[in-house]
């Protein structure tokens, strides 16, 4: 039955896997079973030269869905698989704008009316079903096409998981089952999304595009595509709740946890992309998780979240995550440098070892048990957004930034009085106050918005200072263990090791330096 658009907003609440090429078949023939049937969209997207719907989270298209055009626009909805979507349904392939007057799209649309254009385009085979599990509907749809714009065009192989009746948890349980059965990753990523950035790459790119359209991207059209996922800013609400305040930092996390786990997967990347990606991706999925952890740490004094949280399983990802990461630094960073200050070479197989990393990170990244791992994170924060979103704060109850800086000015004493003699300290002393540190700085990044701006600016300063230093410590650290079990049958990892001995010392300085730095620059205050 087809459905009925009568433009009025709705909220869209679904769930994308990516299909590789190795379940692409047996999901289809899966759907066929269920009664799955076909269908061929056209989509157009719009936007403005300078993307500032796209900035606004805000996707606007017109669609041709079998012989009947739809416009849609989605918005940004309550968490990260809701969108607020309305449809109208069209006579023919052109723009309207005016079906948004007196409503609370008009205010965002009006100013770009004229300047609306054509960016990218979809062109989509979809397999589509409603399957009714028991406990409410889903509906299945399974798109396969190609995403298009100036003249490149990337690949669509994506099971959509809508929830149409029931609770999300039915959801979940849906998607868990196609995830395991058929080998799906978790994409976040929307069509529009992997389109503007498309377009995005193509504008920036133009000359490097050839003059007909090529099946292969060009390598910095796909650089740009593939970059790894950084932490980004996070903007908290001042008369919001700690509970909303957690929910929007923790999604946070979670996005910079599962956007590079999917691109470390093999989702639209290169079959054979060269370690410094892979290592990029690596690095920043663990510090998504260490990000998250701190997330945990730093709200739980006011929410109960230590029974829910899956704090070993986590531990263990970020460990193995990890163990490629120590031999990283020691062959991209710390190799080099000794190399330089003259060291002779040692037979080792770091080639060898690059490869294998590669495909084991991979591998871990793919595997079905990861994948589900992190759909359990991501249930996880949708259930405690539900628990939170209706809450607002009590008048009687301190604003979230007094609250959050209360606590942040606490971990920064506790930090600068064990850093005031950091030389003195243990190896293992040091290592812990360096997690110390990060969680710190991470925990006033979540904040930041909260807090006033000349004092935020210089503990914020000394904290990178701290941070980048004691990181290079470590690292140092790390190197040690490497070289020091080398040097009984290969004498030439003395010299790095008598190298990398006054290296951690002149670093153990500038640490102490780092810490009365931080001690200098005051405590922090709430807005």
């Known amino acids: 039955m087809r459905p009925v658009y009568l433009g009025l907003p709705m909220l869209e609440r679904e769930l994308k896997l990516h299909v590789p090429a190795a379940g692409q078949a047996r999901v289809e023939e899966e759907l066929k079973r269920l ?5 061929a969209l056209h ?11 796209a900035m606004a989270g805000v996707a606007l298209r017109l669609r041709q869905e079998g012989d009947r055009w739809v416009q849609t626009i989605k918005a940004p909805g309550p968490d990260e698989l809701s969108r607020i979507e309305t449809n109208h349904e069209r006579p023919g392939p052109e723009l309207d704008l005016s079906v948004y007057r007196d409503t609370p799209l008009e205010p965002l649309l009006a100013p770009w009316n004229d300047t609306l254009a054509l960016r990218y385009e979809t062109q989509i085979s ?27 065009r990337l690949a669509v192989h994506e099971l959509e998981l809508e929830q149409i009746s029931g609770d999300t948890a039915n959801l979940f349980m849906l998607g868990r089952e196609w995830l395991n059965k058929h080998g799906l990753l978790i994409d976040l990523r929307s069509k529009a999304e992997r389109g503007d950035a498309l ?102 004094k006011w929410l109960r979240l230590d029974e829910a949280l899956p704090l070993d399983e986590l531990r263990r990802y970020f460990s193995l995550l990890g163990q490629t990461r120590d031999h990283d630094v020691v062959q991209l960073s710390i190799a080099p440098r000794l190399a330089k200050a003259g060291m002779p070479a040692l ?54 930034g007094k609250q959050l800086s209360s606590r942040l000015n606490k971990w920064l004493r506790q930090a600068c009085d064990a850093g005031e003699h950091f030389r003195q300290l243990p190896a293992e002393a040091q290592h812990d106050l360096r997690k110390d540190v990060k969680r710190l700085r991470y925990s006033l990044d979540f904040s930041a918005s909260l807090m006033k701006g000349k004092r935020l600016l210089a503990i914020r300063s000394a904290l990178a200072l701290a941070q980048e230093t004691l990181g290079e410590l470590n690292d ?52």
């Open 35 to 39: 009664g799955a049937t076909g269908i």
């Open 43 to 53: 989509a157009c997207y719009f936007d403005t030269e300078n993307r500032d719907l």
């Open 126 to 152: 979809r397999l589509a079903v409603r399957h009714d599990t028991g406990q409410g509907i889903i509906e299945l749809a399974y798109d396969r096409g190609w995403i298009k714009a100036g003249g490149l």
């Open 199 to 300: 377009a995005q790459a193509v504008r920036t790119f133009r000359d490097a595009i050839p003059p007909k359209a090529s099946r292969q991207l060009p390598e910095p059209v796909l650089a740009q595509l593939l970059k790894a996922r950084r932490a980004e800013p996070v903007t908290l609400d001042p008369s919001a709740s700690v509970e909303q305040a957690y929910q929007r930092c923790a999604n946070e996390c979670l996005n910079q946890i599962i956007r590079n786990a999917a691109f470390l997967a093999g989702v639209d990347s290169r079959p054979r992309a060269g370690p410094d990606l892979r290592v990029a991706y690596v690095h920043q999925l663990r510090v998504g998780m260490r990000r998250l952890r701190s997330c945990w740490k730093f709200f739980g």
């Open 347 to 400: 037979p080792e197989t770091a080639a060898t070892h690059s490869k294998k990393a590669a495909q084991d990170m991979r591998a871990l990244a793919a595997s079905s048990p990861f994948q589900s791992f992190l759909l359990d994170l991501l249930e996880r924060l949708l259930e405690c957004g539900a628990e939170s979103g209706a809450r607002a704060r009590p008048k009687h109850v301190r604003s979230p």
């Open 476 to 527: 140092l650290y790390v190197a040690q263990a490497h070289y020091a079990p080398l040097a009984a049958s290969q004498p030439n990892a003395l010299f790095a090791l008598g190298w990398l001995k006054a290296a951690q010392e002149h670093k153990q300085t500038e640490a102490q330096a780092a810490f009365k730095q931080l001690a200098k620059a005051g405590p922090l205050k709430a807005r």
